[in-house]
């Protein structure tokens, strides 16, 4: 079974501060990971997803994360905190060919003028 | 290109009463279909997943059931509503074999 755990529900970090969002991931198998994004109210984004080759993976709105397996960590970063990054982030697992993908609890990331 | 659409977008219900939350994708074909609820700090969990027209995978016991009646369609019921069933309902799909999950825009329901 394959299961996801964020590191904190609530993060505050002031604007043009670095962001870090932690995710360790549990998996049988080699894992696929994504992380996504919800803002108030509507359905999720998909930010960036890690499947095979390069374990830093870069993705929309400057966001990047990086697989490190030894750690079992998919930790979602940005080097400059925007107002507009303000929203619930969820880091999710599934393996290759999977039908189900398993969601973490989410974190709730604030950005402080 | 591909678009999921979901609704109604809100609903306001009685205990007791029934629900039917539809989502529809448009531009697939054979498209996995799935239903998640989020809850208040609870992250998201999988209600039910569909590989194909009349084929439903129930990942948890409850009081809700899925149909899916034509390829593209996908719908959540209940015969009575629970006030443990309000929440925030999403619909995403994904094409077999691979892995990104598209989202819907959710559909928030109220149980009073």
């Known amino acids: 079974a394959q299961s996801v755990t964020q590191l904190g529900s609530h993060v505050s970090v002031s604007e043009g501060a670095l962001v870090l969002l932690r995710c360790n991931y549990s998996?049988?198998?080699?894992?696929?990971l994504f992380w996504y994004v919800q803002y108030p109210n509507q359905g999720l984004q998909l930010l960036l997803k890690?499947?095979?080759?390069?374990?830093l993976v870069k993705g929309i709105n400057g966001f990047e994360a990086e697989f490190k397996k030894s750690e079992t960590s998919f930790h979602l970063t940005k080097p400059s905190a925007h107002m507009s990054d303000a929203a619930e982030y969820f880091c999710?697992?599934?393996?290759?060919?999977?039908?189900?993908?398993?969601f973490g609890a989410g974190t709730i990331l604030r950005v402080k003028s | 290109s591909q678009t999921i659409h979901q609704w109604p977008a809100t609903l306001v219900q009685p205990v007791g009463s029934p629900l039917s939350l539809e989502c529809t994708v448009e531009?697939?074909?054979?498209?996995?279909l799935y239903w998640y609820r989020q809850a208040a700090g609870r992250g998201l969990q999988l209600l039910f997943y569909?590989?194909?027209?009349?084929?439903i995978s129930s990942e948890v016991p409850q009081n809700l059931s899925a149909s899916r009646p034509q390829d593209r369609q996908f719908i959540l019921s209940s015969k009575k509503l629970l006030l443990s069933d309000s929440g925030f309902y999403l619909c995403?799909?994904?094409?077999?074999?691979?892995?990104?999950?598209?989202f819907g825009a959710g559909s928030r329901l109220t149980v009073l």
């Open positions: 531009g697939t074909s054979n498209p996995n």
């Open positions: 995403a799909w994904r094409i077999s074999g691979a892995n990104v999950l598209t």
């Open positions: 890690y499947t095979t080759g390069a374990t």
């Open positions: 998996s049988s198998v080699p894992p696929y």
């Open positions: 569909s590989v194909g027209i009349g084929q």
């Open positions: 999710a697992v599934t393996r290759e060919y999977g039908n189900k993908l398993v």
